[in-house]
């Protein structure tokens, strides 16, 4: 779930790989300052991968281990 972001910002979405080539990208709306999103990664490769998430002004990145 991400929240904080103001009700007309849209966020995006973007899943890199190791090597930095972005694999998954989508741009969705936000309601009432909240986004909750299930993603399936089972058609991704084993590995490592950054999910990142954020608006114009703020970003958040996290390591995600496929295994």
């Known amino acids: 779930m ?3 972001a103001g ?12 090597q930095g080539t972005v694999v998954f ?4 709306p936000v309601n ?3 986004y909750s ?5 089972s058609r991704f490769p084993r590995g490592v991968y950054y ?3 954020g608006d114009k002004e703020k970003q958040v990145i996290q ?5």
Request: hydrophobic fraction near 45%.
């Open 2 to 4: 991400v929240s904080g």
């Open 7 to 18: 009700d007309k910002d849209k966020l995006m979405f973007t899943m890199s790989n190791a």
């Open 25 to 28: 990208s989508m741009q969705v």
């Open 32 to 34: 009432d300052g909240q």
């Open 37 to 41: 999103n299930t993603m399936d990664v």
């Open 51 to 53: 999910m990142k998430a």
């Open 63 to 67: 390591k995600v281990i496929l295994q």
